[in-house]
């Protein structure tokens, strides 16, 4: 029997009387694939729990964070014992150290760090330290790439691949977008020609270095090689924007699964354990750039927030001490198998992409390799797909456009489980 959502479309209804659309993040709204989202309850380990007492199997991970799985043990106790200590004070504590070195002694490219309160703030600070730093305007991004919305960076593609941006937002000045220009990803020819002709002026290139926002795109070794020289060439500062690699992809991140060196990193998400933390870092000489050391402004009263840093370093210790990377690969080789044979025996035109727990079902014929490429899946097909698995039970992320995040407390029997809705969601697709 399909869930009933009675009680959340009633939420939903007096949500959006309240609240833009309903929801606090637009993806929220469920506007990619139709209809209305489930309100949630509680989460344990791998499920969700809605209000109407529907159960789902959860791939979303609250975007990314929970890697390990929802109301982790470690994790609640360092919070609670954190909030009868007191929620914030305005003034250095020993925590804010703490999770510091685990992230310097974690990410091979980062010897200082500094933390604030989400991915966008961190990527945000990123890119003025880098501005600072080389006393330069310019940046590169990649079309498709997400990084929070930082105004200089909500720029989607161009139509040639090196015009300047255009922003995708209402509210974004040109001026702000004025001095960002958009490449496309894994196109090293791009990235050659922008440097030859405005390598002297650009402070900084940022990238995913495996694309979660538009779907899954893992980079190529040339790609991330090609950035390197060039940035280094010119004098330019590479930033990796690894809230969603980091902690993921290997406890060092992209940065260490491909054995690749920034001078900047963006974390978020996962460093986070579930409440709101960023953090940006690199090279101590860049870093020192920052305000008191520096003339570098950045400032966050709730910075470093004891229950925040009480969730990221119970997190963190616990993929340290328990790294969870291996049989996390092996769940989603065990998944990403299942759904590409599921898929091929409907007939339906599709590509699996997978880096260990980061993961994206493509309706379209891949490689996917770009935005244009990922821009050719079918959207109706993937929304179908979607509201199949919602009514078996399993949560995915409501848009062809988003990666799909294992935890640790998945098991086989729930990715044997997903391979057989899928298959049964996909066949009936293939027969409409
Ligand atoms: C989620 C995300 C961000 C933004 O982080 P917020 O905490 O939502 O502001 C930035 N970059 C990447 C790669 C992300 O996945």
Known sequence: MPPSHVRSREAFQRACRLIPGGVNSPARAFGAVGGQPP??????????????????????????????????????????????????????????????????????????????????????????????????????????????????????????????????????????????????????????????????????????????????????????????????????????????????????????????????????????????????????DVMKHVMPSGPVFQAGTLSGNPLAMAAGIATLEELRDRPPYARLDELGERLSTGLGEAARSAGLPHCVARVGSMWTLFFANGPVVDYDSAKQADTARFARFFWGMMDRGFYLPCSQFEAAFLSTRHTEKHIDQTVEAARAVLAEIARA
Request: charged share 20%; hydrophobic share 40%; net charge negative.
């Open 39 to 284: 309100f949630i309850e509680r989460g344990e380990g791998a499920y969700l729990h809605d209000i109407d007492g529907n159960q789902y199997v959860d791939y979303v991970g609250s975007w990314g964070p929970l890697i390990l799985g929802h109301a982790h043990p470690r994790v609640v106790r360092a919070v609670e014992d954190a909030m009868r200590r007191g929620a914030s004070f305005g003034a250095p504590t020993e925590a804010e150290s703490h999770l510091a070195e685990l992230i310097v002694d974690a990410v091979p490219s980062i010897e200082m760090v500094r933390l604030v309160s989400s991915g966008t703030e961190a990527s945000m600070s990123a890119i003025r330290l880098a501005r600072g730093f080389t006393r330069r305007d310019g940046i590169v991004k990649f079309a498709g790439c997400y990084h929070g919305h930082v105004d200089s960076l909500l720029v989607q593609a161009g139509s040639s691949a090196t015009t300047l941006g255009v922003p995708t937002s209402p509210g974004v000045p040109v001026g702000c977008t004025a001095d960002t220009m958009v490449l496309r990803y894994n196109d090293v020819q791009g990235v050659a020609d922008a440097f030859a002709a405005h390598g002297d002026r650009l402070a900084a290139v940022i990238l995913e270095p495996v694309v979660g926002n538009m779907g899954l795109v893992r980079p190529t070794d040339e790609f991330l090689e090609t950035l390197r020289r060039h940035t280094e060439k010119y004098g330019t500062l590479l930033i990796y924007d690894e809230v969603m690699t980091g902690f993921r992809l290997a406890y060092g991140g992209a940065q260490q699964l491909f054995h690749q060196m920034p001078d900047l990193t963006v974390l978020g998400k996962i460093v986070g354990g579930g409440l709101p933390v960023g953090a940006y870092g690199g090279r101590a």
